[in-house]
């Protein structure tokens, strides 16, 4: 356990890391924050600082003229590069022209796109995505699809064009985590483009297993947002994606029904006493 | 009668500019963008594109969201 006088081990961490590419750029932070959820726009702001990322996600809706605050500014403080969602589309149509209207408002042509099937689940609507994935990648858009964790799905995004392939974990805001990892571990094992981790996360330990199973980035709104603590669990899911990918690199022990004595019995010490 | 964010407005033959204006927003402002019946209409266009009887506007801007 570090005490505030002990040493400092965090430097020591040999981190010998590929740089992140995605979409044609180099990223250093592998987890991506989206901004939805936030109460106060200077927890989000210090929730961005915490997660060191560098991606947050963004939303067009209608004026509010009486919103308080430039949420652009404070974004561009902080130093982010935008994504801009889909979020509530539900038809190839709508998420194409929204799209548009994005690279319109924000200059990107960085695309996170969404297109649901309900609003109970929020589930993608695959045959939808795959429409609106095609269209965009046509008009030159730099797409990032949020998809179910089918991998079959997945590869058709990929041969589409997508930039990347975002799998989720299980439905957006429910926490779940990774409810068949067993499906992100074949995504992971055929894709070409990164794999990011979208929706699900709860906590950190979440994230942390996205990482293990070979995803290249986790996106994460929710759990940092709606925690009782945001900043403090955006440090705890920054640590928890670092931690993940180190242990991937790392390579874990294979897993076995029963025990295997860590400490040798050769040289046991011959404890038994003497008959009398 | 046009429609700017679902509300009914009598300003026919207003520019996208002066709507964006009543909505208390700076027409150059990063984070707008603006629909008119589900098309997108670029920025450059906004200072001379009217709106005309029965048209829809959507503006919109930058919100938080996942």
């Known amino acids: 356990m570090a005490t505030e006088t002990g040493p400092d081990r965090t430097e020591q961490i040999p981190v010998t890391d590929t740089p992140f590419e995605l979409g044609g750029r180099t990223l250093r932070s592998r987890l991506i924050l989206g901004t939805g959820g936030f109460k106060r726009l200077e927890t989000l702001a210090e929730a961005i600082r915490a997660t060191r990322a560098e991606l947050v996600t963004i939303a067009l809706r209608r004026i509010d003229p009486q919103a308080r605050g430039s949420l652009t500014d404070v974004l561009d403080e902080c130093g982010v590069e935008l994504l801009p969602n889909t979020a509530g589309c539900f038809t190839a149509r709508d998420a194409v022209v929204t799209a548009k209207l994005a690279r319109e408002a924000f200059g990107t042509d960085w695309v996170k796109l969404e297109v649901i099937g309900d609003d109970r689940t929020l589930l993608p609507d695959a045959p939808e995505l795959l429409l609106a994935a095609e269209e965009l990648v046509d008009d030159g858009f730099t797409v990032l699809p949020y998809t179910n964790d089918d991998p079959i799905l997945a590869r058709r995004l990929e041969d589409i064009g997508c930039a990347a392939v975002m799998p989720l974990g299980s439905p957006i805001g429910s926490g779940m985590g990774i409810r068949n990892p067993y499906n992100i571990s074949l995504i992971v094992e055929r894709a070409s483009v990164p794999v990011i981790l979208d929706a699900g996360v709860g906590t950190a330990s979440d994230a942390a297993l996205a990482m293990e199973l070979g995803c290249d980035g986790v996106l994460c709104a929710s759990a940092i947002a709606r925690a009782h603590d945001p900043v403090a669990m955006a440090h705890a899911i920054r640590a928890a994606v670092e931690a993940g990918r180190l242990a991937r690199g790392a390579g874990r022990i294979p897993r076995r029904l029963h025990a295997e004595a860590s400490t040798p019995d050769e040289g046991l010490a011959d404890l038994t006493p003497p008959v009398r | ?66």
Do not use: F, K
Request: no cysteine; proline share 3%.
């Open chain 2, 1 to 66: 009668m046009i429609y700017v964010n679902g509300e009914p407005h009598e300003r026919d033959g207003a520019t996208i500019a002066e709507l964006l204006a009543d909505l208390g927003v700076e027409a150059r402002a990063r984070g707008v963008a603006v629909a008119v019946d589900g098309e997108v209409v670029p920025r450059a266009e906004w200072d001379d594109r009217r709106i005309n009887e029965g048209e829809r506007v959507e503006a919109l801007s930058a919100m938080q969201g996942g």
